[in-house]
């Protein structure tokens, strides 16, 4: 009896603890981020950004129902950010989700707010349904109102609620000029970075001229010249240095032509101009083994189809600096790219920030493409080129300067009209983090890549690749007999024991 009280009493209090526990829980949110990037835990940026608020702001989520569960865990980690932030915020932030799929007037209330739908197929009654599935919020404050249109499953959460955030309690945004004039693309070229910026930024297309007052941008960006440039505009570009500037550049000094099969040097005396900072742009191709591919089309028959194939020439960048810039990059594809080196003397900082991978090589142009070689170990002889850097101190002038140079000119370049592309999201990271590293003093640059992007298995060795497949298979088979001789040594011990006269049952 007195047992029987003592078990109920043990259940009742295991019942009691679970209770006060989830009251807790409600009343005091908190987790323990084991995250290697620490994904869930907020930024000093957004603690900034909070600690400024003077009012509230509200966010009204619209998120679906019922999707299935790698989708619907977006809506739980956005919900846990709010409530962090709402926490942080002490009263500023208030928040409601919403299902815009139960109502149909809700339901318009958020695509005229702005909230784009995407369709997705969802598994009901044995049976594949297509369903409307809404991932966004609205947040307004004061008479302002800013839109999340999308929160892309995996992407960096915190930085596009921050960045909104700060967009709306911004009065004045920094300006960021695009030179434009000699051969570079256009604003309307970068759709993806002018998207990106337009948070933060006013981005301006710039054309110099005598009267162009140059020290009112905050960073300017010269990407992709590919007719001569005047030396007068390079003495702009030398008083804007020398009073401070910030400066982004990324060059062609190769390029390649796919309808004639080639690729030749390029010159616009921006490669002229570079050396004499300390920063060279060599005239030459990059290949690597660890590249992106291309699509060729070919003929079998009477049928016609198109095949990837790699193309050394794309080479794909995985090795990065430490620093704010690559902080979380992945995989940036460059295309014709040239290596980087240092010519400068030591009252210049240098930092490389892009490598090549440890099978790289180069060539002289012109270069003929044949999509049909076979690349041997011999094509790649050197390993871990420059491909980008970062220059820091008196570049022009008396004042410390900054300077970011890629050896590429088109990464982060999508085009216009039929010839428009999207690029992988780690181009336009790597573009918009300078200009970020180089504008911003919110620390906000941290936050755009605290996501998830693409994991790429590392490359191993043939060799290794069959030590690990016959350990795999020869391991448990070994495991297995050694467990088994272990099992008759056992029995045979046992036997033993039970035949001696003094052995008890």
Not at 293 to 314: A, D, H, L
């Amino acid at each position: 009896m007195k047992s029987k009280k003592s078990l109920l009493l043990y259940i009742f209090l295991v019942i009691g603890i679970f209770i006060l526990v989830n009251i807790l829980a409600n009343r005091f949110f908190f987790r323990i981020d084991l995250t290697q990037d620490q994904r869930y835990t907020l930024s000093q940026a957004t603690k900034d950004i909070l600690n400024e608020l003077e009012g509230p702001i509200t966010i009204t989520a619209y998120f679906s129902k019922g999707l299935p569960p790698n989708i619907a865990k977006t809506r739980q980690d956005f919900k846990d950010l709010l409530t962090e932030y709402a926490s942080r915020a002490k009263g500023n932030i208030v928040y409601e989700f919403i299902n815009p799929n139960k109502d149909e007037q809700i339901e318009q209330k958020a695509l005229q707010s702005g909230i784009s739908p995407v369709v997705i197929n969802v598994r009901e009654k044995n049976q594949s349904v297509q369903k409307k599935a809404y991932l966004g919020a609205v947040l307004k404050y004061a008479e302002k109102s800013e839109v999340i249109p999308f929160m892309q499953p995996g992407a960096a959460m915190e930085y596009a609620l921050s960045s909104s955030i700060k967009k709306l309690i911004s009065v004045d945004k920094p300006l960021v000029g695009f030179i434009q004039g000699h051969g570079e693309p256009t604003t309307s070229e970068f759709q993806q970075v002018m998207a990106s910026l337009g948070v933060l930024y006013t981005v301006e297309g710039i054309n110099i001229t005598d009267s162009t007052y140059l020290p009112k941008y905050k960073t300017l960006a010269l990407i992709a010249p590919s007719d001569s440039i005047p030396e007068g505009h390079f003495n702009m570009l030398d008083d804007y240095l020398a009073n401070g500037g910030n400066l982004v550049v990324a060059i062609n000094r190769v390029e390649g032509n796919f309808s004639q099969a080639m690729g030749r040097g390029l010159s616009t005396g921006l490669e002229t101009w570079l050396e004499k900072k300390g920063v060279k742009v060599d005239n030459s191709f990059v290949v690597d083994a660890s590249c992106g591919s291309v699509s060729v089309r070919q003929q079998q028959g009477i049928f016609t189809f198109n095949t990837q194939i790699e193309f050394p020439y794309f080479p794909v960048v995985s090795k990065f600096a430490k620093h704010p810039i690559t902080q979380g990059l992945e995989t940036v594809i460059l295309q014709f790219a040239s290596p980087i080196s240092f010519v400068g003397d030591t009252t210049l900082d240098y930092l490389p920030l892009l490598y090549s991978s440890e099978k790289s090589g180069t060539q002289s142009p012109p270069v003929y493409f044949n999509i049909q070689k076979k690349w041997g170990e011999a094509d790649f002889p050197l390993s871990n080129l420059t491909l980008g850097a970062l220059l820091e101190g008196k570049i022009s002038g008396s004042n410390n300067a900054r300077m970011v140079v890629i050896g590429d000119g088109d990464f982060a370049v999508n085009g216009q009209g039929n010839n428009a592309q999207q690029l992988q999201p780690d181009n336009i990271n790597l573009l918009v983090n300078s200009i970020d590293w180089l504008s911003d003093d919110t620390g906000l640059i941290e936050l755009r890549t605290k996501g998830i992007t693409s994991r790429p298995l590392a490359q191993i060795e043939d060799g290794t690749k069959k030590l690990l497949k016959w350990l795999n298979l020869l391991l448990p088979i070994i495991l297995i007999i050694i467990y088994g001789l272990f099992r008759i040594g056992r029995n045979r011990r046992i036997r033993e024991k039970r035949k001696q006269e003094d052995y008890n049952i």
